[in-house]
């Protein structure tokens, strides 16, 4: 048997200066730690041989696929505000792309797969710890369903990386609609190419946009396109409680998916200003800076894709302006949508949005957990006696106060107590990644070479919405002593 990728490659058509042609360097023994069949089959791909040990080198960047024509993707970026003119690919290698079973075109990349000429001084290759980690945290997000990009193995390399200590090498497959970043119209704008920005944009358009194609000014469009896109992902986050921890503009997509988990969380106790990466010292990225932190971003797209608004300079920046205008309302429209189905509103009213603030700022005060108040409260809805949401509140009484008002605002409803709670339990999860959780498994796997924990605790986040009465330990907040308050970048 051997392994054949159905390869139909399309970003490696594009002009030499969009990318490094490099292969990924061998590496010694290859082990397949885990498959994610269900994603295998969707891209075309038969499990079973990526399951053989030719699978496994393929998946460790040892050999390449026939059809492939890979590729290291080059990019500029913000990097914590400060401009980098060239970043790229240092340590992920695109293999090509492939057809999914839906029509979509997916990148299929490896990340950890060896220098390239985009390494600078890093080595190119990734730790066990940040590859299990991603693979956790995005098939969680693509669960929850959020738009991310996806994880579709994870190999050990049968090498050691050198970090604070010598740990595990390991190669992650990431699987993405693309892997097109802000970053990317950065590296062709500090460079004033403006045809290369066109046909980046062109690209774009017929990739991610094709309900553009025929549009009277398609840049605008699709510059107005992609701020929708993350304008509702970045609302998407907050009502899960996710931190990004590193939202660089090489690090925010243009199809509008999550990508680059670095040293990302989940909030366990609701505070808008948690940060959790270790890098971040002047939360920037904070949980409630987010929405922010994106427009930033977006604002840096839009001054790439100025000279294509045509020739008078004023009037391409007010069109920018006007389209990036429309970012606080998507998201706010997003954001207090979600919200008012957190709470179990099936229709708005005045007051609705102020109902909500006072439940979140009790919350916060009262250092109640985010996941669990939300599932709890929708179990508040089916019957008034379950007390476990307002368990969550340090000072009880602070929810008891809230939650007549909301019995008298849910009473103007005609739905019935059932039909609420499982509205509600359909969007707010009961399993989300939990920090303390994603850290013991990466000690098991780093330490004694033990992948059950992972393997239980990817399982357990393939269904967040159900109840899993043999798991429900997982959907605990951290004790005291198992907090983590802080993760690390994932070099
Ligand atoms: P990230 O923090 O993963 O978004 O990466 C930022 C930039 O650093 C990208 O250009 C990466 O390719 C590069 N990079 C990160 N880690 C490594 C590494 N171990 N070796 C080479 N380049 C790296
Ligand atoms: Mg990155």
Redesign the pocket.
């Given at each position: 048997m051997t392994v054949h990728f159905p390869f139909q490659n399309s970003y490696s058509a594009l002009p030499d200066s969009f990318f490094a042609r490099v292969a990924p360097t061998p590496v010694a023994a290859p082990r397949l730690i885990k498959l994610n069949r269900p994603l295998a089959v969707q891209l075309g791909l038969d499990p079973d041989v990526l399951e053989t040990p030719e699978g496994a080198e393929i998946l460790a960047g040892k050999t390449v696929p026939a059809g492939a024509d890979p590729i290291a993707m080059a990019?500029a970026?913000h990097?914590f505000g400060q401009f980098v003119p060239q970043?790229?690919?240092?340590?992920?290698v695109l293999l090509g792309e492939v057809i999914d079973k839906d029509g979509i075109r997916r990148d299929i990349q490896l990340k950890?797969s060896g220098?390239?000429p985009?390494?600078?001084?890093?080595?190119?290759?990734?730790a066990l710890g940040p590859v299990l980690r991603e693979y956790i945290v995005s098939e969680a997000m693509f669960a929850l369903g959020i738009p991310t990009t996806r994880s579709l193995a994870a190999v050990v390399t049968g090498e050691h990386?050198i970090r604070e200590t010598a740990l595990p090498g390991a190669v992650l497959t990431r699987v993405a609609s693309s892997h097109i970043r802000v970053g990317t119209f950065q590296f062709f704008a500090v460079r004033r190419d403006t045809d290369a920005i066109r046909r980046l944009a062109d690209h774009v358009i017929a990739r991610h946009y094709p309900e553009l194609l025929g549009a009277e000014r398609p840049y605008h469009a699709l510059l107005g396109g992609v701020v929708a896109r993350q304008a509702d992902l970045v609302a998407r986050w907050l009502l899960v409680g996710f931190i990004h921890g590193?939202m660089?503009t090489?690090?925010s997509s243009i199809s509008g998916e999550t990508i680059?988990y670095?040293p990302c969380a989940f909030m366990d106790a609701y505070n808008p200003a948690q940060v959790f990466s270790s890098i971040d010292e002047m939360g920037r990225y904070a949980y409630a800076n987010q929405p922010r932190i994106a427009l930033w971003n977006l604002t840096r797209l839009a001054e790439c894709l100025l000279p294509l608004f045509g020739e008078e300079q004023e009037k391409a920046v007010a069109d920018a302006q006007d389209i990036l205008g429309a970012f606080s309302e998507t998201f706010s429209d997003a954001y207090q949508a979600g919200l008012r189905k957190k709470i179990g509103l099936f229709t708005e009213r005045d007051g609705d949005d102020a109902l909500i603030q006072d439940l979140l700022d009790a919350m916060a005060k009262n250092q109640a957990d985010f996941t669990l108040t939300f599932r709890k409260l929708g179990d508040a809805a089916g019957d008034p006696a379950a007390d476990d949401a307002r368990a969550q509140f340090m000072d009880p009484a602070a929810f008891d106060e809230w939650a007549r008002r909301w019995h008298e605002r849910t009473a103007l409803e005609p739905q019935s107590a059932a039909e609420r709670q499982a509205a509600m339990h359909a969007v707010n999860p009961i399993f989300i990644p939990r920090n303390h959780r994603i850290e013991a498994v990466i000690q098991a796997a780093v330490n004694d070479d033990n992948y059950a924990p992972f393997e239980e605790l990817v399982k357990v986040l393939s269904k967040p919405f159900d109840d899993q009465p043999d798991y429900a330990a997982y959907a605990d907040p951290p004790l005291p002593d198992q907090r983590v308050l802080q993760t690390f970048?994932?070099?």
């Open positions: 990019y970026g990097q970043l790229g690919d240092g340590r992920a950890g220098p390239t985009f390494s600078r001084r890093g080595d190119g290759r990734a990386v590193v660089n090489d690090n680059d670095g970048c994932g070099t």
